[in-house]
């Protein structure tokens, strides 16, 4: 028979992902006793991803390393000793494997199974920024249903999910955004407010939120986005930042600090899970399932591609989007 091998997108330096990314072809062993082979169904294509392969991340992988954080498969073959309950199941790939590929060879205690119920391309979108946006919901203000909470980057993964999850808690959202075209769209997922982002913004977000201006305002872009959130915040308010789509820096303003006690804090979602631990990952997890099951939460996917079209695909992923890039093509056995 055969030596098996799967197809990777891998690269052996950092740098652009199109210029360090290739297309190769890996032997893959035999799943050994406890392990299984999974083919890919879906792998999303993430800001961290790219920087991960830039080199700029605060996690970076041994060379040669595989691409992609987030990917789901199903088990093809069980070794020695793996319960036939995992044959043909749906899986999380564990993240520091790299889910651009089309097989992988893995323990199964590294895998999380997953409903079967779900899309998997929704699976493969379900573990990170859903639990992000769960996160800045609950881990910095003691929110009430009906307060308003402002964001930059409303069209993101983060942000379409934050809209979603923040209306089933009953809270009231203002979305900054670069399109106009994407107003309707998010208003559609649930949003009340989409605006502009544009400096001045802040006077239109302290007319909708009237007397009950936010006191919570999340951060992804950096630069000049921050403007707008940080002056309709309530005075002793709390911008969080996860994110610095901009590549610019967060500035914090002498004024705001002092005369409107502002606190500035951040956030990150390794480092929630290392601190808080697997069981309190696992019910942000349960719960982001749970809010897709009955459709509280959807997540939005623009295009998907088999993972050989990266090129085309990251060339789409740089462009102005509503929903992520998704990779495909599991290689089958
Ligand atoms: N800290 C954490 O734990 C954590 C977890 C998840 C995500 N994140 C971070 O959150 C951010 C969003 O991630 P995602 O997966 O939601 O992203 P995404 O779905 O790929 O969306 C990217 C967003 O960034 C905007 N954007 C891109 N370039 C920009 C620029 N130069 N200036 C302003 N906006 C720009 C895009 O707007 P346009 O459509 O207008 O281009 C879009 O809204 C990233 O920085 C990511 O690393 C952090």
Redesign the pocket.
Known sequence: MEARTTEVLAHSRYGPPGDVLAWEEWALPDPGPGEVLVGLLAAAV???DL?MIGGQYARLRDLPAVGGREGVGEVLLRGEGVDSAWEGAVVRLPDDLGAWRQRAVVPVDELELLPPDLDPGQLALAG??PP?ALCLLREFVDLHPGEWIVQN???????LALIQLARAQGLRTVSL???EELREPLRALGADEVLLDHPEAAEEIREIAGDAPPRLALN??GGD?LRPLLRSLATGGTLVT??????EKVRFPTRELIFHDLRLRG????LWKRTRGADAFAALLAETYGALRVDRLRLPVEAVYPLRDYRQALAH?AR??LG?ILFTDGGGL
Do not use: C, E
């Not at 980057?153 to 942000?159: E, K, L, P, T, Y």
């Open positions: 993430h800001p961290s920087g990170i920024n992000t980057a409303g069209n993101s993964g983060v942000g955004v670069r399109r992804s872009v986005s996860f994110g610095g789509m901009s590549g956030f990150w979602l390794d992923n102005g989007r992520k």
